[in-house]
C-alpha cells in the first residue's frame, strides 16, 4: 500500500504525520507499533515518532503518538503543536480541541515565536504531583525538590504527570556536562524498582530570570532535541520552587531551540494548566509504499522537501546556540 506522510518537527522534536482524520487509512494496534519501528528508524527515514491524526467523536481532531521503539505516549507536547498546524491547514480552523489519550486539549494558532516561523499555543494538562500517577514507588505520596537517595545522593527531585511521567531536577553547569543524566536515565528506564514503567528524566538550569534550559532523556526514545511535556513540566516546577512566576511567559531554551510556557493554577479548582508555545515547522512530503506485514522494507517513492521553513528555522536555531554559548 501507499501512504502518504508529512514530517514535521516541534524544537528539533520531530515526527512523522499520518493522516487518518481525512484519508481512508487504519490500522490494528500492531500496525501502528511495527510502523513506528520501521519508519522511525533513523538509518532510513527518521523520526522521534509517528503522530496519527484521526477523526474524534468529541473533539475536532485526536491524536495518538508512538515512540520510536513502538511504544504509546499519553502525550506530547511538541507533537501536539506539529498536530494543531496540520488540523489547522486541513479543516481551516485557528482555534481547535484535539483528543489526547488522558484529555482534550485546546490548541491555537498565536503570534509568531520568530518572524515567519508557524506557531502554536496548546494546553498541557492535566497536571498531578501524585506519585500513583507516574507511577513511583517510595513512601511518600509526592516528590518535589526533595533528595530521592535511593537514586542519587544529592539532588533534589520533582516527580509530577502532565501526564507524561516526569522526573526533574535543578543542576548547575558542572552536573550539566557530566554523564550524571545519561546514567541515571538509563538505570531508571530499565527494569528497576522506582519507576516500573520508566520516566521521563530532564536536567533544568537557570540561565537568568525567565528563562531555563531543559534537556531530557525521553522514555522510549533517548535524548531528544526537546521535548514538550518536559519543558512544561520543569517550568511548573521552576514556578514551585520561586525561580519563576505563575501567569508569567518563562523562555524555554533546548538543544533544539526555544519555547515559551506559562504556567496556571486554577484556584478554585486547586489544579494547574501550562501553555507551550512554540513552533510547528514542516520539513519535507514523503510518500511510501510498504506491505503493512512487513513495514521494515518499505521504499521512498518521492520526497518534498519544504527548504525554506527549514533554513528559517535554523536561524532560530543559530541564535539559540549562539545565546546558550554565553549562559550555560
Known amino acids: 500500500m501507499i501512504i502518504e506522510g508529512l514530517k514535521s518537527h516541534g524544537s528539533g522534536n520531530d515526527f512523522l504525520i499520518i493522516d487518518e482524520l481525512t484519508t481512508a487509512l487504519t490500522f490494528t494496534e500492531e500496525q501502528r507499533k511495527n510502523l513506528a519501528k520501521a519508519l522511525c528508524n533513523r538509518e532510513r527515514l527518521g523520526a522521534d515518532g509517528i503522530l496519527f491524526v484521526m477523526k474524534s467523536e468529541h473533539a475536532d481532531a485526536r491524536m495518538r503518538v508512538f515512540n520510536a521503539d513502538g511504544s504509546e505516549a499519553s502525550m506530547c507536547g511538541n507533537g501536539l503543536r506539529c498536530v494543531a498546524r496540520y488540523a489547522n491547514d486541513v ?9 489526547t489519550m488522558k484529555a482534550n486539549l485546546l490548541v491555537e494558532k498565536t503570534e509568531d515565536i520568530y518572524n515567519g516561523i508557524p506557531t502554536f499555543k496548546v494546553e498541557i494538562s492535566p497536571v498531578s504531583f501524585n506519585l500513583k500517577d507516574l507511577p513511583l514507588i517510595i513512601e511518600k505520596e509526592q516528590l518535589q525538590n526533595e533528595p530521592l537517595p535511593e537514586l542519587h545522593d544529592t539532588l533534589l527531585f520533582s516527580a509530577l504527570a502532565v501526564p507524561n511521567p516526569h ?14 543524566q545519561a546514567d541515571l536515565s538509563t538505570k531508571v528506564n530499565q527494569p528497576n524498582e522506582l519507576f516500573p514503567d520508566g520516566v521521563n528524566v530532564s536536567f533544568v538550569k537557570e540561565l537568568e530570570p525567565g528563562s531555563i534550559y531543559v534537556r531530557t532523556f525521553e522514555r522510549g526514545v533517548g535524548f531528544t532535541n526537546a521535548c514538550g511535556t518536559a519543558m512544561s513540566a520543569s517550568s511548573l516546577v521552576t514556578c514551585s520552587v520561586g525561580l519563576n512566576a505563575l501567569e ?16 496556571h493554577y486554577d484556584d478554585e479548582g486547586q489544579k494547574y494548566s501550562i501553555d507551550l508555545i512554540g513552533n510547528a515547522t514542516y520539513e519535507f512530503k514523503v510518500s511510501i509504499d510498504l506491505d503493512l506485514d512487513q513495514p521494515e522494507k518499505f521504499e521512498i517513492l518521492e520526497k518534498q522537501d519544504f527548504e525554506a521553513e527549514t533554513s528559517l528555522y535554523a536561524k532560530l536555531q543559530d ?10
Open 319 to 328: 541564535e539559540v546556540q549562539s545565546y546558550l554559548k554565553t549562559t550555560l
Open 248 to 263: 508569567s511567559e518563562i523562555s524555554v531554551y533546548n538543544n533544539g531551540g526555544k519555547v515559551k510556557c506559562v504556567v
Open 91 to 99: 479543516l481551516g480552523l485557528d482555534k481547535m480541541i484535539v483528543e
Open 167 to 180: 522526573l526533574i531536577t535543578l543542576v548547575d553547569s558542572e552536573v550539566l556536562q557530566s554523564d550524571l
